[in-house]
C-alpha cells in the first residue's frame, strides 16, 4: 500500500510540475505576443531590437502580426511516433495496446506542442495527450510491478500469441493499433493545420468558434483528471482494503467506471476541438487533405470508445455474475452511473475478438478483484 501511495504521489508531483510549466510557458508566449502588437499598434514596430513592420511607399512602418517561426510538422513524422512506441507489440504481445498506446500518445502529442507554441489552447490540447500518455503508461508500470496477477495474465496473453505461429504474424495487429492512435491524434494537427490559415483560433476574443474550442479542451482536460482519479483510488483501496471486493465507495460512488467513462469524455471532447478548428479555419480548410484528415479522426474516436464500450460492457456483465445478490453490490448499481456499456452479448462477442486489448486485462482485474 505504501509503495502504491507513493508510485501515485510521484505520478502527481510530475504532472503538477508539468502543468505548471506549461502555464508558465503559455503565459510568457503571450505576453510576448502582447508585447509585439503594442509596439505594432504605436508605430515603432519594434521588438527586441528588430524589425517586425514593412515599410510603406513613404518609409513608414506598417503593423504587421509576428508569429514565432516553428517547423512544420507533416503526416509521415506523425505516423511514425504513433508507430514506433506501438511496435513494442512485436516483442509482447499486450504492449502494443499498453504501453504503446501511452507511448504513441505522448510521443504525438509531444511532437505537435513543437509547433503549437504561438496557440495557448492548441499547445493545451496538445500538452493533455502528452499528459494522458505518461500518466497511463506509468499507472501501467506499476501494475506490472507490484501486482503479480497482472504479470501473469500478460504472459498468458503471450502464450496465446506465441501459439499463433511467428511475431511477424502480429504485424497487421499491430499497424491496424497504430492507425487508431494516428486517429487520436490527428484532432490536434487539424487544430494546428486551422490556426496557420486563420490564427483567430488561439484567441478567446475571436468569437464563438474560438470559446468553444477553448471550453472542449477544459472538457478534455476534466476526462483526464477523472480517469487518471479513478485508476489512482482503485488503486489504492485495493492496496488498503484487500483485493477481494469492489470498490464502491469514493468516484465510484458516483461512476461505476470512471477510468474508462473519463477516458470516453477525453477523446471525445478532442474529437469535437479538431471539427470546429476545421469550421474555424473556413473556406481554406476545406479540402481533399482535411477530408481525410477528419475521417481518420472520426474512426480514432469511434474505434477508442468502441473498446472502452465493450470492456466496461463485458466487466458490468462478469461483475453482475459475480455478485448478483449481494445487497451492498445491488444499492450501487442501483445508485452509481455505468457510463457507456455495450449490452451484455454484444460486449462479450467483441471481447473475444480482442482479449488481448490492456482495457479488456484491465476490465478482468477489477472482475477479479
Known sequence: ARYA???????????SAASSFVIARSA??????LLQDAAQVSGFGRVGGSCTGSASGNGAILPQRSVLARPALGAPSLLAACTLPTLLGLWRSEYGVSYGYGGAVAASGFLMLQVAASSTPIFAQAFCLVLYGLRLSAYLLYRELCIPK?????????????????????????????LLYLGLAAPVLLALRSYAV??????????LLAMLFQVLIVGMYSGWA???????????HKATEGEGKVVTSGIFSLMRHPNYTGEQFLWTFNFLAGVVAVISGGAPMWSASTAGWLTISALGVLGINFVLMQATGGLQARQAAAYTGDEAYEKWVARAWSGFPLSRTQAS??????SGDAKVASAEDDTQA
Open 5 to 15: 501511495l507513493v508510485c501515485t504521489g510521484i505520478v502527481a508531483i510530475v504532472a
Open 28 to 33: 510568457m508566449t503571450n505576453a510576448h505576443h
Open 150 to 178: 497482472f504479470r501473469d495474465f500478460r504472459e498468458r496473453i503471450e502464450e496465446r500469441a506465441r501459439q499463433r505461429g511467428a511475431r511477424l504474424k502480429r504485424l497487421p495487429f499491430v499497424l491496424s493499433c497504430a
Open 198 to 207: 486563420r490564427p483567430s483560433l488561439g484567441d478567446p476574443r475571436s468569437g
Open 226 to 236: 477523472v480517469a487518471a482519479l479513478g485508476d489512482t483510488y482503485k488503486s489504492w
Open 349 to 354: 462477442t467483441a471481447e473475444g475478438k480482442a
